[in-house]
């Protein structure tokens, strides 16, 4: 069973706007990580927030967490078509499972 | 460098046949994983490798799934007597040892092998 959910299921902007995907999880968390996945394709790792961080910064990409209420948030920034894929949200639990444990993703469109 | 790869990248079976997917990890990754993407969602765990030793298997959702990585590198999911089910993308991934001898939590994954069982 997956960890927990995203939201929205989809979305689709123009270029150039910003777009939020949220993620919520259900246990205690060693780490957050974001991938992205393009169509037919292998998953990509974006960026990785540890539970005792609570914002970072990767180009333009933003990622919050917030352990009390067990979500996190994936900003990106003046997106471009090239940012069109499925971004998924997978936790690293803190009982030392050696495993990513997903989100369902976010479909993400980006309209030209 | 070279990342991970699979194959077959593509794979249709005929319900009751056995399959055996490959996964050459980065040269060097101690540690391996293997999920499973049905359409549509998340990836799932099914089964973690450190070096040779399977530590891990708590995802595979029955006896049917097999896997085995014998020196430590090239892995193999095998599948036995595949069902509708079974339909999916299988993905494997590996990721390094740190500076230090922590292992890394970020994983690099390969582009899949999808699985249609007809």
């Known amino acids: 069973s997956q960890q927990g959910e995203e939201d929205p299921q989809a979305l689709s902007i123009q270029e150039g706007e910003n777009a939020t995907m949220n993620c919520s999880y259900k246990?205690?968390?060693?780490?957050l990580q974001w991938y992205r996945q393009n169509s037919g394709r292998g998953l990509v790792h974006l960026i990785l927030?540890?539970?005792?961080?609570r914002e970072k910064h990767s180009g333009r990409l933003r990622v919050t967490l917030d352990t009390s209420k067990k979500s996190s948030s994936l900003l990106i920034t003046a997106s471009r078509a090239a940012d069109t894929a499925s971004y998924f949200c997978?936790?690293?639990?803190?009982?030392?499972?050696?495993?990513?444990?997903f989100g369902q993703g976010t479909r993400l469109t980006i309209n030209p | 460098g070279a990342g991970v790869s699979q194959s077959p990248r593509y794979k249709v079976a005929k319900r009751g046949q056995d399959v055996a997917l490959r996964c050459d990890p980065i040269s060097g990754h101690v540690s391996l994983f293997w999920y499973q993407q049905a359409l549509g969602q998340g990836p799932e765990f099914l089964t973690y490798?450190?070096?040779?030793?399977?530590?891990?298997k708590s995802g595979l959702p029955s006896d049917r799934f097999f896997a085995e990585r014998p020196e430590g590198s090239v892995s193999t999911l095998k599948i036995q007597r595949t069902q509708q089910e079974d339909s999916a993308v299988y993905l494997c991934a590996s990721s390094p040892r740190q500076p230090g001898g922590r292992l890394s939590d970020t994983q690099y994954f390969g582009p899949g092998t999808r699985l249609t069982v007809l």
């Open positions: 927030i540890r539970s005792n961080e």
């Open positions: 246990t205690s968390i060693n780490n």
């Open positions: 997978a936790t690293w639990g803190k009982q030392g499972a050696q495993k990513l444990v």
């Open positions: 490798f450190q070096n040779e030793a399977q530590l891990d």
